[in-house]
């Protein structure tokens, strides 16, 4: 590739642009030669077409996708009847979060896609949940100034080789245009939250995260955050990192987005 010349900057942009266009053709070639997944249904196996591979489900199954329709709490996003506007939770006690969307309910596939690629040695599937959440993030027109991510304990990281939200909110981050950030830490081991109920949850949650050592709150002083985990159930946890982003770090705004809701 020739220099270009001086005088012409917008035509260097183009080609700058054009290059880095080249660069991901190649890595995504690559990827794609190491991950033949990109080929077949996530869900049923069958041989997927060229315009099916950016989500990796064949047309039948993505029609079957769980996706949560009907009235959403307007805080917390948890389904509700028609005639409400808050749910009873929130009636009560506002979350610290402004705002919690998730495109899909925990189950079917989706569930099935997030236990694989968290524990289930399929940790590629990184690719598909952040184009979900990218889709959802475009289809709602949100507008954020930076985007971070439910963080998880030094522990889970060690099993499972890679930190799964961090992954995911790398795509999301470079597909939205936000900058990553990482403003938070886990500084108390979480108890298996499985089982619990809502008030164990959130009596568990409280000091499990804490601003992340050197962080600089100018990232976050202000702003509007966008906060991803995969999951969200009870909210408990979302809350606790909406908590710590607002209240220590000076967040405005906090929006959380998740793949599906339990
Ligand atoms: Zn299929
Ligand atoms: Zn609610």
Known sequence: ??????????????????WI???????????????????VCLDCGKELG????????????????????????????????????????????RPYF???????AYEGVIKKIILSYKDGNANYLYKFIAKFITDYYNALDLRCDAVCYVPSSKAKILRRGFEHNKKVTEIISKDTRNQLIYPLKVVKNMKDQTRKNRSQRLED??????????????FTWGKTILLIDDVVT?????????????????????????????
């Open 98 to 104: 402004d705002k919690a969307y998730a495109p899909f």
């Open 1 to 18: 590739m020739g220099k270009p010349k001086k005088s012409k900057t917008a035509e260097r942009g183009i080609k700058k642009e054009s």
């Open 234 to 262: 009870t909210g408990a946890t979302a809350g606790e990192c909406a908590r710590v982003l607002k209240e220590e770090l000076g967040a405005a705004t906090v929006i959380v987005l998740a793949l599906a809701r339990a």
């Open 205 to 218: 949650i409280k000091g499990v995260f804490a601003p992340a050592k050197g962080f600089d709150r100018m």
């Open 50 to 93: 060229d315009e099916d591979r950016t989500h990796s489900l064949c047309p039948e199954c993505r029609k079957n996708l769980p996706y949560i329709t009907g009235t959403r709490c307007r805080y917390c996003g948890e389904p509700i009847e028609q005639k409400y506007d808050v749910c009873k939770h929130c009636q009560t006690a």
């Open 21 to 39: 266009g080249l660069r991901e053709k190649i890595k995504n070639a690559i990827q794609e030669a190491l991950f033949p997944w990109a080929f």
